[in-house]
């Protein structure tokens, strides 16, 4: 039996990662308009990343017989002053939700809910990946500073990046 209060975290985490997808397809159409479709093309796909996300938590509820209750999106942002600055608030972003897993994770704890806390191993995994890929970025993207050769061979490699 999952407790109500979990029943709440999960699902405000469905808005969370519905969030996410927002703000990176958001991302996505700023650098379509810079003319940079490999960035586009990568935050297009971590967009669908995001929406996989929030179905495996819908999954879950459904699975444990709880209802899921959706609410309102907020707009993401549309304007990011340079690709470094909209990649630096993307790792901000797994951060924060790297956070949310962990209190998630927590919550489990304290319920004794232990398959919620088996289910979540795998989100906190998937956090450390994500980290770990938009820290590899901002990296990349500060190190060639405004140069627009370089922004164009980052871009050629995010260009590559499919769907899992
Ligand atoms: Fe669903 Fe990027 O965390």
Do not use: C
Not at 10 to 27: P, R
Not at 29 to 53: C, D, I, M, R, S
Not at 112 to 120: G, H, N, R, T
């Amino acid at each position: 039996m999952i407790s109500p209060k979990m029943v709440k975290a999960v699902n405000g985490q469905i808005n969370t990662e519905l969030y996410s997808a927002y703000l990176y397809l958001s991302m996505a159409a700023y650098f379509h308009e810079k003319n940079l479709p490999g960035f586009a093309n990568w935050l297009t796909v971590q967009f669908e990343e995001e929406q996989g996300h929030a179905k495996k938590f819908y999954k879950e509820l459904i699975e444990r017989g709880a209802r899921v209750t959706l609410k309102a999106i907020d707009a993401p942002p549309v304007e990011w002053p340079s690709p470094l600055a909209a990649f630096e608030a993307v790792l901000e972003h797994e951060q924060k939700v790297a956070g949310l897993i962990n209190n998630l994770v927590s919550l489990a704890k304290e319920e004794k809910d232990y398959a919620s806390e088996i289910f979540l191993q795998w989100f906190v995994s998937e956090q450390v990946e994500e980290e770990a890929a938009a820290t590899e970025i901002v990296a990349r993207l500060k190190l060639i500073k405004d140069n627009p050769q370089g922004l164009f061979m980052i871009d050629r490699i995010l260009g590559e990046r499919k769907a899992d």
